[in-house]
T-cell receptor
């Protein structure tokens, strides 16, 4: 069974530039999550999709971050413009139904460095 | 809101030693779920175990064991006879019982097992 796929693996940009990350969840998983993991911290949820609808984006900095999952499968997370404090690993995860007792399956993440 | 504390930032042991990783949580809900994930150097978080708040039975799986105590709000993880391959960052996480899976992670404990 294929796992959660993410690309790119690494990205280096200058502040005020834009960047996009892509995620393809496990086939059949209705729920997709984007997490931000700052060095030395645990992952923090940015946004959760159920199929192509947003369930929770309360911690997404909406002035610069946006995400979409148009066909209910793969998803794109964008940052525009990037700030130095956005340097982090961006993890995508998926689960079957999105219920609180479900384990999450994670991708390897995209490591973003903002210079 | 729920909170997870992993007071141990880094632990270093020599191979074959036993090691316990501590996790303390806070929640106002009576129904909740606790998780442990492992993050090896490759980056993806890997699910290890899940416990619901009504099941305080401790579990042993091979070299791994978990001690869940509601009285002290703790969910500790022990590796017996540690191996070099156990070196990773370990995260404890808490999810409260609601539709959307707002899983909150601790800051993680970096375990280094030396040969």
């Amino acid at each position: 069974e294929a796992g959660v796929a993410q690309s790119p693996r690494y990205k280096i940009i200058e502040k005020r530039q834009s960047v996009a990350f892509w995620c393809n969840p496990i086939s059949g998983h209705a729920t997709l999550y984007w997490y931000q993991q700052i060095l030395g911290q645990g992952p923090k949820l940015l946004i959760q999709f159920q199929n192509n609808g947003v369930v929770d984006d309360s911690q997404l900095p909406k002035d610069r971050f946006s995400a979409e999952r148009l066909k209910g499968v793969d998803s794109t997370l964008k940052i525009q413009p990037a700030k130095l404090e956005d340097s982090a690993v961006y993890l995508c995860a998926s689960s079957y139904g999105g219920f609180s007792n479900e384990k999450l399956f994670f991708g390897s993440g995209t490591q973003l460095s903002v210079l | 809101a729920q909170k997870v504390t992993q007071a141990q930032t880094e632990i270093s042991v020599v191979e074959k030693e036993d090691v316990t990783l501590d996790c303390v949580y806070e929640t106002r809900d009576t129904t909740y779920y606790l998780f442990w994930y492992k993050q090896p150097p490759s980056g993806e978080l890997v699910f290890l175990i899940r416990r619901n708040s009504f099941d305080e039975q401790n579990e042993i799986s091979g070299r791994y064991s978990w001690n869940f105590q509601k009285s002290t709000s703790s969910f500790n993880f022990t590796i017996t006879a540690s191996q070099v391959v156990d070196s990773a960052v370990y995260f404890c996480a808490l999810s409260e019982a609601r539709f959307n899976n707002d899983m909150r992670f601790g800051a993680g404990t970096r375990l280094t097992v030396k040969p």
